[in-house]
């Protein structure tokens, strides 16, 4: 399935359907009286996240949704149906937005969460609802209400404990691949991950979310290779695995390229906790391996652990300490719901 985390959509709330002017014509009746029913309730659109959807790729090839209109009243004082309502089904993560694409209305966070985003128009009233003592003969009925409609903006942000980021073949997708079941796409060439991609680890009877983005380059935040947009997916997550190509000849420069582009991005990128791996130090010599460790905690400020995510060597040291600053940190979901329809 084709990954897609953004989608622009136009949604209608059903109006209600017209009373009736209608009165009671029956064989030895001479004053019947009005009979007309009220029209029926236009049809909720109605938001749902659920679990096992991972992308928004259903709103790509339909953008347009309206709910059913409220059928009109009928004589003999018979309301009209309501309409029929229409489900949205988003994956969790997904965040609803304005058609600015800025304004936050509501944030899906929790599996089985359901917004009625805009609500059906009412039915309108009948003619047997305006008969008095002073009108016996009402000829008049109310129109359904006319409802609301709006255009705004899915995104979708993964949910996941920890993200991988790095700069392009640095060893991301070998590492998702080698302690995961996640089957990503691996050459030997720039940018073979295009999309995100999940990855449940398990390590010492516990499990988390990991998550391998993109590679980021120098300008990305300026559009420069894929961009930064994908990085959005890492707003939740708690701490973030930064992977250096070991066999990297400026390991200084390409560790601080990636703190830049993190620190352009905003949204508290750069101020999440960072595990620093020196990967394939299977194709690096032991004397050379000691001078790049020295310079790269010297540039950072904090340990650099060592691994070789082909080989396996040093990637469960690596697994225990994400999980031990997942366990200990802050909750990775924090709903936000600025909007009440």
Request: glycine share 14%; net charge positive.
């Amino acid at each position: 399935m084709k990954f897609l985390d953004q989608a622009k959509i136009y949604v209608k709330a059903g109006d209600g359907g017209d009373g009736a002017v209608s009165f009671r014509r029956e064989k030895f009746i001479e004053f019947g009286g009005p009979d007309g029913g009220d029209g029926g309730r236009g049809g909720d659109v109605i938001i749902e996240a659920v679990e096992n959807l991972n992308t928004l790729i259903d709103y790509r090839y339909q953008q347009h949704f309206r709910a059913g209109r409220g059928t009109n009243g009928m004589g003999r004082q018979r309301s009209g149906p309501g309409g029929a309502d229409i489900v949205l089904k988003v994956p969790v993560g997904t965040e609803l937005l304005d058609e600015d694409g800025e304004t936050l209305l509501h944030d899906f966070a929790t599996p089985g969460e359901r917004l009625v985003f805009l609500k059906g128009g009412n039915g309108g009233f009948g003619n047997a609802t305006f008969k008095s003592s002073t009108n016996r003969a009402p000829t008049r009925a109310n129109p359904g209400q006319k409802n609301e409609e709006r255009t705004v903006w899915l995104r979708l942000k993964l949910i996941a404990d920890a993200a991988l980021v790095g700069l392009p073949n640095a060893g991301k997708s070998t590492f998702l691949a080698a302690t995961t079941a996640a089957k990503p796409k691996i050459a030997d060439y720039p940018f073979t991950t295009l999309a995100p991609q999940l990855g449940v680890v398990a390590v010492d009877g516990a499990e988390f979310v990991l998550a391998d983005l993109p590679g980021l380059i120098e300008g990305a935040h300026e559009g420069v290779g894929l961009g930064d947009r994908f990085l959005g997916h890492i707003e939740r997550c708690r701490v973030v695995l930064h992977l250096i190509d070991g066999t990297e000849r400026a390991l200084v420069k390409a560790y601080r390229t990636i703190r830049r582009e993190l620190e352009a991005y905003g949204a508290d990128l750069a101020a999440k906790p960072e595990i620093i791996g020196l990967n394939k130090i299977d194709a690096i010599e032991p004397s050379q391996l000691k001078r790049k460790i020295a310079a790269l905690e010297k540039a950072s400020g904090g340990k650099a652990f060592t691994l070789s995510a082909a080989t396996g060597d040093g990637v469960t040291p690596v697994l225990r300490a994400l999980r031990a600053r997942i366990q200990r940190g802050t909750p990775k979901v924090e709903s936000r719901k600025d909007w009440t329809p």
